[in-house]
């Protein structure tokens, strides 16, 4: 096991490092206690103590807009040439909840047919994780899902262990990093720091719904009919808030732009949300989604039933923005124990 | 800015090389990819890009036994058929595919065959039929069923003649709503089935039609105790990116199918428990 | 997408351009904000005049143009008969219609004639001469005649333009985003109005404006209309999460969706 130590005095030494290295996006305060990856400086910018921030980072991973092809029509045939538009970055403070994200959609995109847009821009991008040591705040269900603890994801990991941080080094990329910033290895004192803290997290999170991830998965297997997303529904405002925020939720939509001269533009992704209306609609009018109770119900399961038999994990990482950003007060913990409610 | 030379958005360059307005809302076209054959199976489809308007999934209406081009049937519907059907011999389109799970030519060799098309259900049937046509011997008893509203929108109508003269074919449409010089069935498909004889145990019924054409069908062919393990559909549902990704195509179903890769074909089977069809 | 069909002969110097499409811009009730607009896109303006022939501008150019319209933007809702028989020829001399703008889409501000009796409302305005001045309530550009092309806004927003600019140009049909606005705003990530204890329309309102309000620390004031369907039940939860007041919703509603009926 290799670990670092950085004094938390010296932590704008390392941002500042980092910086001269590549873009450093790090959480930053907007106000509201609301926060936002955005790109940093110096230490200060950051906020270390943050509740999951407005969109996650899978922003950097797969950007809201996004060109996949440029095209030119000019002279008779068409011609195009497949682009990646990505710059070497590393994303700071990433809590385990957003760690989990990402690596869902890893396996998402690295399944065939592979996207390399996605595929090649990770590979462009540092990862450091942020340890959890209290609850960000109720809305959170990381426990549930297990993902209060990291599950690797990182290139680093820092854990506050008082006056300093511990940091992981999960990757060579990670090691040739603070190697270069010259940190010291951690001590075995620190070492039985961070245990400790490993220790008191044990009683500090705990199931937040109380329902076994097991019995969930029965929940979900006979639930397609439950009058829970009914309610739900009822409620929805099909804003695409919830989507946009999820970690995990990769959906988007294909679009073609064209430029004033009529002759070269490009084709591009863009973030789309199942709770539009249109999203499951065909060319000839029929919407294969046209309830909110229907397209809520697919959300849900998108991130409890359908990846677990696909990828044998959920893929809600109990960050808890869902619920957070809701217009209308549409709770993911609330749900989960009102459809386990119904089942027993 | 970095060029993806194994890029899965990457297109094919295809050039129209014949087309034909065949009704008043469905138009033919022939294309040529300048990289060799299409090389799909029966029921696939592609994506087709009309540069600067969008990409659009439209399944493969002829058999892969015919070389050189592939064709397809597009139903002037939304923004982008719309704009296809502007097109015409000597454009070129992107093409990204072949895609999805074809029909399953093999299981069915050996058996006995009934197609069930209801208006432009015809167009993906059509790969199949004319695979199992130019492979006549493969295949046991072929029985065609055909429905559309009105005698003037049939599309293939040549060929449908041929299919009608054929002794190895046993043939039969029928009209919604009937017109002056119609001789043929007045009334909705279901009413062809029950006169067909099924042998259910080496039967393979392919019903390909509108959604709300599904239920009805299956449950007439049921009804002649065909197992649903030998009923295959084509489901309809919009497919954008063809790899199982987007999330639009996918179907409220246990199991979480993508119908641009877990189908458009499946057998009856495996979506009975769709919410919809 | 046309090859160039076997006249391989031909000089290799590019043939003579088709004509540009000939452009007008009429103006109705309305501030004139949104033609306005049209020449604050700076650089962009001088690409769009690359690919079209400006023949009739009033705010912009002094010349006049007699013959059929290509494409006309119309801004302004209908207030009068006049102004109706006026919009009517336009139409009939134009291939492709433009609704430009807040009031010529939606009937916009002036949309709020219409929570008067016309005549209450007419002599509060000309006062006891009143039956002199000719007034109707107000319609958006689609109650009186065809529209093939709405641009949303309040003012219009400039990317929108050059996006509905280049689908007229192609014949293609534009679709209006029929999105709530915090679609966009999310993405922006703007701490949310409600977050701040203020309402904001944007729960209703269709996007396509990117939240430029709300980028700008405004709340959103419905300019673009209510999207087709929206959440009716949703709007009493929203409120009760945020402790808000329901008029307060429903009088900033009034501002820019009076004129309903016309909502495109």
């Known amino acids: 096991m290799n670990y670092h130590i950085l004094q938390k005095d010296n932590l704008n030494c390392f941002i500042k490092s980092l910086a001269k290295q590549m873009k450093v996006y790090a959480p930053v305060a907007k106000g509201y206690n609301n926060f936002a990856f955005e790109e940093v400086t110096e230490a200060e910018q950051i906020s270390m103590d943050y509740i999951p921030t407005i969109l996650p980072p899978k922003k950097y991973f797969m950007p809201p807009r996004e060109k996949m092809l440029d095209f030119d029509l000019n002279g008779g045939k068409p011609q195009d040439k497949a682009v990646l538009e990505a710059e070497k970055l590393a994303v700071f403070a990433v809590h385990t909840c957003d760690l989990a994200g990402i690596q869902c959609l890893n396996m998402v995109f690295s399944e065939r047919p592979r996207d390399y847009n996605y595929l090649l821009r990770k590979e462009n991008i540092v990862i450091i994780g942020l340890e959890c040591n209290k609850y960000c705040d109720g809305n959170a269900s990381c426990a549930l899902v297990g993902n209060h603890y990291p599950n690797g994801g990182y290139d680093l990991f820092f854990t506050d262990i008082g006056d300093k941080w511990i940091i992981h080094v999960n990757t060579q990329k990670g090691e040739e990093l603070v190697e270069g910033m010259g940190l010291g290895k951690a001590s075995v004192a620190d070492m039985t720091a961070l245990g400790k803290v490993r220790e008191a997290k044990k009683e500090a999170f705990g199931n937040e719904i109380g329902v076994e991830p097991k019995k969930l998965t029965e929940v979900f297997a006979k639930g397609m009919d439950s009058k829970v997303w009914h309610d739900v529904g009822s409620r929805c405002v099909s804003c695409g808030n919830c989507t946009n925020v999820c970690p995990t939720c990769y959906c988007f939509d294909m679009t073609d732009s064209i430029n004033l001269d009529m002759k070269t533009g490009s084709r591009n992704r863009t973030w789309d949300s199942c709770q539009f209306e249109t999203f499951a609609t065909v060319a000839g009018g029929e919407n294969f989604r046209e309830e909110r109770a229907h397209r809520q119900r697919h959300r849900y399961y998108r991130k409890f039933k359908y990846p677990l038999d696909k990828f044998n994990r959920a893929f809600c990482t109990g960050c808890g923005r869902c619920t957070r950003t809701c217009m209308a007060k549409i709770n993911l913990k609330d749900t989960l124990k009102a459809l386990a409610a119904e089942s027993k | 800015m970095t060029e993806i030379h194994n890029s899965n958005w990457k297109l094919r360059k295809g050039q129209i090389i014949a087309a034909k307005q065949m009704t008043a809302t469905e138009k033919w076209f022939d294309i040529k990819l300048e990289d060799g054959d299409l090389d799909h199976e029966p029921g696939q489809f592609v994506q087709v890009e009309l540069y600067g308007v969008g990409e659009a999934p439209i399944s493969v209406c002829s058999s892969p036994t015919k070389r050189g081009s592939f064709e397809l049937t597009v139903r002037s519907a939304g923004r982008l058929t719309k704009h296809m059907h502007s097109l015409g011999k000597g454009d070129w389109l992107g093409i990204r595919g072949p895609f999805g799970k074809p029909f399953p030519v093999k299981l069915m060799t050996g058996n006995d065959l009934l197609f069930v098309a209801g208006g432009l259900g015809i167009a993906p049937l059509r790969s199949l039929i004319n695979y199992v046509m130019d492979n006549r011997r493969e295949f046991g008893k072929v029985d065609i069923l055909l429905g559309c509203k009105t005698p003037t929108d049939m599309l293939f109508g040549d060929e449908i003649k041929l299919w009608q003269k054929r002794m190895d074919v046993n043939f039969s449409c029928t009209v919604d709503r009937s017109a002056p010089d119609w001789k043929g069935n007045v009334g909705l498909i279901t009413s062809l089935i029950p006169g067909v004889t099924i042998n259910p145990e080496k039967t393979f019924g392919v019903v390909v039609g509108p959604p709300i054409m599904y239920k009805f069908v299956i449950a007439e062919l049921l009804k002649k105790n065909l197992p649903e393990k030998q009923i295959v559909l084509s489901l309809e549902r919009h497919m954008k990116c063809g790899m199982g990704k987007c999330g639009h195509c996918q179907i409220d179903h246990p199991k979480n199918y993508y119908c641009c890769k877990d189908g458009p074909t499946f057998t009856y089977e495996e979506v009975k428990d769709s919410k919809k069809l | ?264």
């Open chain 3, 1 to 264: 997408m046309k090859t160039a069909k076997k006249d391989t002969k031909a000089p290799a110097k590019a043939p003579k351009a088709a004509a540009k499409p000939k452009v007008a811009f009429f103006d109705f009730a309305s501030c004139e904000g949104c033609q306005l607009q049209m020449t604050n896109l700076g650089e962009l303006l001088l690409d769009i005049l690359g690919a079209v022939d400006v023949v009739e501008f009033r705010e912009a150019i002094s010349e006049k143009w007699d013959k059929d319209y290509d494409v006309v933007f119309i801004e302004g809702s209908i207030g009068d008969h006049h102004a109706e028989e006026r919009l009517k020829k336009i139409r009939a001399r134009a291939k492709v219609l433009i609704a430009y703008g807040a009031c010529a889409c939606t009937g916009g501000v002036n949309g709020m004639k219409n929570g008067f009796e016309l005549d209450e409302i007419r002599q509060s305005v000309y006062g006891k001469d009143y039956k002199l001045f000719d007034s109707t309530p107000t319609r958006a550009i689609d109650q009186v005649v065809k529209v093939d092309y709405y641009i949303n806004g309040c003012p219009v927003y400039p990317p929108e333009i050059i996006e509905v600019v280049k689908h007229a140009l192609r014949g293609l049909p534009y679709t209006v985003p029929d999105n709530p606005v915090c679609s966009e705003c999310k993405l922006n990530e703007n701490v949310c109005m409600y977050e701040r204890g203020v309402a904001c329309l944007g729960p209703w309102t269709k996007a396509g404006c990117n939240s430029w309000c709300v980028n700008n620390g405004n709340i959103c004031y419905g300019c673009r209309g209510e999207v087709k369907n929206p959440a009716k039940n949703a709007a009493k939860d929203v409120i009760s999460k945020y402790n808000l007041k329901p008029e307060l919703i429903t009088k900033k509603f009034e501002m820019y969706n009076k004129c309903k009926e016309g909502a495109k």
